[in-house]
């Protein structure tokens, strides 16, 4: 499986100083490629910027296309577009970390860098917490309207003294 995700290195090593751009189709078989189950199938195109400098290189990531997204009300799949646009520093450093979701450190050795996991991690941060059938997100739906379905004010708050349990009342009794 580890030749799978070869085609999505890049040779940083042997790059001038200059602007490069690399485009990659992401169907079902990449997100095959993943163990998570957050998506399993899609049709996207990415573009990947690298503007690769003597100290860093700044890659743009642009992420365009649908995915089969499953209804969490009806459980039907339905596509679901998406339009995603990130960038990412790689800074030259002593040691290979991660200094903030942005900002990579890599060493001056570094041969290539696969972008798979990043395309992946982008994908699924752009998916909406809430996913509904875009048939049903077109209904009427009361949190959106502001309609109360519970409320826990009472309109008699005397009548609800004198039918209070008696060991509820000792209980009251003892706070005071």
Same mark, same amino acid.
């Given at each position: 499986?580890?030749?799978?995700?070869t085609r999505f290195?890049?040779?940083?090593?042997?790059?001038?100083?200059?602007?490069?751009?690399?485009?990659?189709?992401? &169907?079902?078989?990449?997100?095959?490629?993943?163990?998570?189950?957050?998506?399993? @199938?899609?049709?996207?195109?990415?573009?990947?910027?690298?503007?690769?400098?003597?100290?860093?290189? *700044? *890659?743009?990531?642009?992420? $365009?296309?649908?995915?089969?997204?499953?209804?969490?009300?009806?459980?039907?799949?339905?596509d679901h577009s998406?339009?995603?646009?990130?960038?990412?520093?790689?800074?030259?450093? #002593?040691? &290979?970390? &991660?200094?903030?979701?942005?900002?990579?450190?890599?060493?001056?050795?570094?041969? @290539?860098?696969?972008?798979?996991?990043?395309?992946?991690?982008?994908?699924?941060?752009?998916?909406?917490?809430?996913?509904?059938?875009?048939?049903? #997100?077109?209904?009427?739906?009361?949190?959106?309207?502001? &309609?109360?379905?519970?409320?826990? #004010?009472?309109? @008699?708050?005397?009548? $609800?003294?004198? #039918?209070?349990?008696?060991?509820?009342?000792?209980?009251?009794?003892? @706070?005071?």
């Amino acid at each position: 499986m580890m030749e799978d995700f070869t085609r999505f290195d890049i040779d940083i090593y042997s790059l001038s100083d200059k602007v490069y751009t690399y485009e990659y189709h992401l &169907e079902d078989s990449f997100f095959q490629l993943f163990d998570s189950n957050l998506l399993e @199938k899609g049709n996207l195109q990415a573009e990947v910027t690298l503007d690769k400098q003597s100290t860093l290189i *700044a *890659a743009s990531f642009r992420i $365009e296309g649908t995915v089969q997204l499953e209804c969490d009300r009806s459980l039907e799949h339905f596509d679901h577009s998406l339009e995603v646009d990130r960038r990412i520093i790689y800074q030259y450093g #002593a040691e &290979e970390e &991660e200094v903030s979701e942005d900002i990579y450190t890599i060493t001056t050795g570094t041969q @290539k860098i696969n972008v798979a996991h990043l395309l992946y991690e982008f994908i699924g941060l752009a998916l909406p917490m809430k996913r509904l059938h875009p048939s049903l #997100a077109e209904k009427e739906d009361p949190w959106v309207e502001g &309609e109360i379905i519970f409320s826990s #004010a009472s309109d @008699k708050s005397g009548a $609800e003294d004198e #039918a209070v349990d008696p060991r509820w009342q000792k209980l009251r009794n003892l @706070k005071n």
